[in-house]
């Protein structure tokens, strides 16, 4: 897209289907790296990734010519595809369906990266409903409790 200059940062949230603790700690660099693959075949750039064993967080530095939802998508399939074909787990893997994005401004990068780094941190104190709905709410985005993710496999995480 010649004569196209952007500036987009987006902050991604996705879930294991049924908030299950699903992703092992002894996988998740291996993970990772396989998420940050599908995001660099997309020709985007991945400034942060993390998360806890039931969600990811991912910072993308995105291009204009790719849609969000599709990049989403092309993660979430392909990395629970990996993942079972891994057989990493007894049954099968999958993501909830949805997920949350939000949008920062060049100057927030680094913060927004060190809270990623930080969910281990983060999560000693604060659930991940907590977390979630508290960035819903900071961005004033609309949402219907029943359409959140399935918090009821683990309430208190």
């Known amino acids: 897209m010649s004569n196209t200059y952007t500036q987009l940062y987006i ?4 879930a294991v289907a049924g908030r299950e603790r699903l992703i092992p700690a002894r ?7 396989y998420i940050t693959g ?11 990734i993390n998360g806890m064993p039931d969600h990811v967080h991912l910072l993308v530095s995105m291009t204009p010519d790719v849609a969000l939802s599709e990049l989403v998508r092309d993660v979430k399939a392909n990395s629970s595809r990996f993942i079972n074909e891994q ?15 939000f949008s ?19 999560h000693a104190t604060r659930s991940f409903r907590e ?5 819903l709410e900071k961005f004033g985005v609309d949402y219907r409790p029943e359409y959140l993710f399935d ?3 683990n309430e208190s995480g």
């Open 11 to 14: 902050h991604i949230i996705f």
């Open 27 to 33: 996988h998740k660099e291996q993970l990772y790296r």
């Open 38 to 48: 599908i995001i660099s075949q997309k020709n985007q750039k991945l400034l942060a």
């Open 87 to 101: 057989h990493w787990l007894p049954g099968r893997f999958a993501w909830q369906q949805g997920f949350g994005a």
């Open 104 to 122: 920062y401004s060049a100057s927030q990068v680094p913060a927004v990266a060190r809270y990623i780094e930080q969910q281990e941190q983060h």
């Open 131 to 135: 977390e979630y709905v508290t960035l």
């Open 151 to 153: 918090f009821s496999a």
